[in-house]
């Protein structure tokens, strides 16, 4: 299964896929998904799923079921746009809450042992190389949070330009 995660107005994303995108689920904003509370509910009360019933509770057992995750995301200041950044903030029950040490960091367990490939494609205007360098780092940093063994990054001034590298997807 592949999992396509963007902040994409429909309009957006209909120039961009105008004969659609053939992933097995597509996560785009539908105006109610809330904020992780920080409960630990999705590892004590409910193991493997968010507390919060808004729709985007099952992001854990997604992750379990996928072998890669697509990343569509306006660059703000080098990281996710905010949806994005709350959808993975929300796939945190994809993760044990135990910890284990792992060149020299600490991280927690995988729940799951599939293996994900991600592909992130940021787009903007005047994204800057300090942007670019925070970005690099942030994907690669929750590439070892999530065991993410592949992966590929790239940045597009905009939408057309976005539309070159996604074609590849």
């Not at 009360?45 to 919060?52: N, S």
């Not at 029950?93 to 792992?102: A, E, G």
């Not at 060149?103 to 592909?119: M, S, V």
């Amino acid at each position: 299964m592949n999992i396509l995660i963007h902040d994409l107005s429909k309009e957006q994303f209909q120039s961009l896929f105008p004969e659609g995108y053939h992933a097995a689920c597509i996560i785009s904003d539908t105006g109610t998904i809330r904020h992780c509370a920080g409960c630990f509910g999705c590892w004590i009360k409910t193991p493997g799923k968010c507390v919060l019933k808004d729709g985007y509770d099952n992001m854990g057992e997604l992750l379990s079921k996928t072998e890669k995750v697509t990343i569509i995301s306006r660059c703000f200041y080098g990281c996710y746009s905010p949806f994005v950044k709350n959808v993975l903030d929300r796939s945190i029950p994809w993760l044990l809450p135990f910890f284990k040490i792992r060149n020299n960091e600490t991280h927690h367990k995988r729940r799951y042992q599939n293996n994900i490939q991600l592909a992130v494609h940021f787009y903007g205007e005047k994204i800057t190389t300090e942007e670019r360098e925070t970005a690099e780092k942030l994907v690669k940093a929750n590439c070892a949070n999530f065991y993410v063994k592949n992966y590929e990054i790239s940045f597009s001034n905009s939408l057309k330009e976005l539309c070159g590298e996604v074609t590849a997807i």
